[in-house]
Antibody, heavy 116, light 107 residues
Framework: EVQLVESGGGLVQPGGSLRLSCAASGFTVSSYGMNWVRQAPGKGLEWVAN????????YYVDSVKGRFTISRDNAKNSLYLQMNSLRFEDTAVYYC?????????WGQGTLVTVSS | DIQMTQSPSSVSASVGDRVTITCRASQGISNWLAWFQQKPGKAPKLLIYAASTLQSGVPSRFSGSGSGTDFTLTISSLQPEDFATYFCQQSNSFPRTFGQGTTVEIK
């Protein structure tokens, strides 16, 4: 069964850092493009970042460029999101999602709360 | 960036009704469009990709159509489990973008 399990969310102060992890099972992350998508409380979906299947390119939404870094560890079959200089508006549930074009499947999400 | 605009933002319907949701892209995206269903507290679920291809396991009462800039999601006969929020999303280019969502509510 293909499964994605996120971890690493929590409460952090503005300006702080957090590293999200996504453990994949049932497939190898190095064979797929992978994404992070977030959803602020009561709001819609916002795509955050993508890493291409071969790892050659990474893409980000403008609001996180220079602050967030997507990466993966093929040996651990895991995806990561390093989040620095966090802002109040980064508060959201962060989902790990497989797919280069079509986003499927999704993890259950991990909540990041940026608050003082 | 490509803007995705859904309408309506919410719709009230009864079990058995036909429901249509529209999604418009700010520029042509060919058929690089997906539809998702999300229920409260749950991750989104892929319903349709490539504008009209039904994801495996999704009931046939769901259908998608369109190409270019205008797309529709149709639920032919609304079932109790279909009350949820629906999002469109373009995969034509980065950044990927979503519509703002359409909530299907019980009438």
């Amino acid at each position: 069964e293909v499964q994605l399990v996120e971890s690493g969310g929590g409460l952090v102060q503005p300006g702080g850092s957090l590293r999200l992890s996504c453990a994949a099972s049932g497939f190898t992350v190095s064979s797929y493009g992978m994404n992070w998508v977030r959803q602020a409380p009561g709001k819609g979906l916002e795509w955050v970042a993508n890493i291409k299947q071969d790892g050659s390119e990474k893409y980000y939404v403008d609001s996180v460029k220079g602050r967030f870094t997507i990466s993966r560890d093929n040996a651990k079959n895991s995806l990561y999101l390093q989040m620095n200089s966090l802002r109040f508006e980064d508060t959201a549930v962060y989902y790990c999602v497989r797919g280069s074009n079509w986003l499927y499947p999704w993890g259950q999400g991990t909540l990041v709360t940026v608050s003082s | 960036d490509i803007q995705m605009t859904q309408s309506p933002s919410s719709v009230s319907a009864s079990v058995g009704d036909r429901v249509t949701i529209t999604c418009r892209a700010s520029q042509g995206i060919s058929n690089w469009l997906a539809w998702f269903q999300q229920k409260p507290g749950k991750a989104p679920k892929l319903l349709i990709y490539a504008a009209s291809t039904l994801q495996s396991g999704v009931p046939s009462r769901f259908s998608g159509s369109g190409s270019g800039t205008d797309f529709t999601l149709t639920i032919s006969s609304l079932q109790p489990e279909d009350f949820a929020t629906y999002f469109c999303q373009q995969s034509n280019s980065f950044p990927r973008t979503f519509g703002q969502g359409t909530t299907v509510e019980i009438k």
